[in-house]
């Protein structure tokens, strides 16, 4: 099945591993966007040939333009965050497959709905910070929002008989429970970047890993799934499944349940993504039911994980609370990452923002900029 893709975040764990899916499958490389790091989009570039490269950071787009000199059928470089957007609205890909990191992928997501483009989402900040903009758009436009994320995409491919669909009464969500699953605050008060990052099953860059390590990944997925699925917060389950073999599960009037299962691979709903409504042979391995043996399932400890507290909060205040959450956790994130906070303080700022307002209502783009810049500060302001 010939199919054209534009890759935006390609040099990160969702954009290499969506390469092996194309590779895999002789898929078409329109274009590749990247924030800094060249050396892998360099080979990239020649492995793909794509049409159109974007890189955000400025000083790396500098370096990638002398690389590119005098290089034959060279692809078309474009420039900043500006470049970002121009590439995800440009005709050519069937889809678009978004797997920017953070709030930066909003603006992508919207010039790609807004071009007509179907999108693979796997930047939950898309519909963190701009849940209703994004939705908006996607009605208006009558493309499709596919999502990327392992949890997301299980709930999607459970719900794929229509019917049934129409009587979704509850959304399983599940977590691995992170490094620190079990703990109390008292044994993760000392916890340092290098324990966060030691994740127990997954292989993903370091912002989603410590997100991970807090719940506050889960809670960003639970308010995706509010947008995605429109069920309300508390319909929403968050369900430790260990062994991250269970991705999700949806729970129908008549009490059955129906889960999606795999091995834990990002690969499985990358692919679903871009073959849906189609199954293909992935390069994924087979789930090994002789090997696994047992699965096992807990409760999230919101009294200690406070992230994950925190975002239940804010999607029930709705309007930019959600967007306030995220914004406080990326400062919060990128100070813990340099040893400026501690891991509790992650919980302590991103609670901290989200009691700050009221926070609902209607809000414009630069509405959702103005809450993230103003997060962040608060962050900053209450080391």
């Known amino acids: 099945m010939s199919k054209t893709i534009t890759l935006l975040g390609s040099t990160g764990s969702i954009g290499t591993q969506s390469l092996?899916?194309?590779?895999?499958?002789?898929?078409?490389?329109?274009?590749?966007?990247?924030?800094?790091?060249?050396?892998?989009?360099?080979?990239?570039?020649?492995?793909?040939?794509?049409?159109?490269?974007?890189?955000?950071?400025?000083?790396?787009?500098?370096?990638?333009?002398?690389?590119?000199?005098?290089?034959?059928?060279?692809?078309?470089?474009?420039?900043?965050?500006?470049?970002?957007?121009?590439?995800?609205?440009?005709?050519?890909?069937?889809?678009?497959?978004?797997?920017?990191?953070?709030?930066?992928?909003?603006?992508?997501?919207?010039?790609?709905?807004?071009?007509?483009?179907?999108?693979?989402?796997?930047?939950?900040?898309?519909?963190?910070?701009?849940?209703?903009?994004?939705?908006?758009?996607?009605?208006?436009?009558?493309?499709?929002?596919?999502?990327?994320?392992?949890?997301?995409?299980?709930?999607?491919?459970?719900?794929?008989?229509?019917?049934?669909?129409?009587?979704?009464?509850?959304?399983?969500?599940?977590?691995?429970?992170?490094?620190?699953?079990?703990?109390?605050?008292?044994?993760?008060?000392?916890?340092?970047?290098?324990?966060?990052?030691k994740h127990p099953n997954w292989n993903m860059g370091a912002k989603i890993t410590i997100d991970s390590a807090t719940l506050m990944n889960k809670g960003l997925e639970l308010i995706e799934a509010v947008w995605l699925f429109g069920l309300p917060e508390d319909k929403i389950q968050i369900v430790v499944q260990r062994e991250s073999v269970i991705h999700s599960a949806v729970q129908f009037a008549d009490n059955s349940v129906i889960a999606q299962m795999g091995v834990p691979d990002m690969r499985i709903p990358i692919q679903y993504a871009l073959t849906w409504p189609d199954r293909l042979p992935s390069p994924v391995p087979e789930l090994d039911f002789a090997a696994l043996k047992s699965l096992s399932f807990d409760v999230a400890d919101?009294?200690?994980?406070?992230?994950?507290?925190?975002?239940?909060?804010?999607?029930?205040?709705?309007?930019?609370?959600?967007?306030?959450?995220?914004?406080?956790?990326?400062?919060?994130?990128?100070?813990?990452?340099?040893?400026?906070?501690?891991?509790?303080?992650?919980?302590?700022?991103?609670?901290g923002v989200v009691d700050s307002q009221s926070f609902g209502g209607d809000y414009t783009l630069q509405d959702v900029y103005d809450c993230d810049a103003m997060a962040r500060a608060y962050v900053r302001a209450h080391l």
């Open 20 to 197: 092996d899916v194309a590779r895999m499958h002789g898929y078409t490389i329109f274009g590749l966007a990247a924030h800094s790091r060249i050396e892998i989009l360099q080979k990239q570039i020649a492995e793909f040939h794509p049409r159109y490269v974007a890189v955000v950071d400025e000083a790396a787009c500098d370096r990638l333009e002398a690389e590119l000199t005098g290089m034959a059928d060279a692809p078309r470089l474009l420039r900043g965050t500006e470049g970002l957007r121009t590439l995800a609205a440009m005709d050519g890909p069937d889809v678009v497959l978004n797997a920017v990191v953070g709030i930066a992928g909003l603006p992508a997501s919207l010039a790609a709905i807004e071009s007509g483009h179907d999108l693979a989402l796997a930047n939950k900040e898309s519909l963190v910070t701009g849940g209703h903009l994004v939705t908006d758009a996607v009605r208006r436009k009558g493309v499709r929002l596919l999502p990327v994320d392992s949890e997301h995409s299980a709930i999607f491919q459970c719900l794929q008989d229509q019917h049934s669909a129409k009587r979704l009464t509850k959304i399983l969500l599940t977590a691995s429970g992170g490094p620190f699953f079990g703990m109390k605050q008292d044994q993760l008060a000392g916890k340092k970047k290098e324990d966060a990052l």
């Open 302 to 351: 919101e009294e200690t994980f406070r992230c994950l507290a925190a975002c239940k909060k804010a999607i029930r205040k709705g309007g930019l609370a959600p967007c306030a959450a995220n914004g406080a956790n990326e400062e919060a994130v990128r100070l813990f990452l340099q040893d400026k906070i501690g891991f509790l303080d992650i919980g302590r700022l991103v609670e």
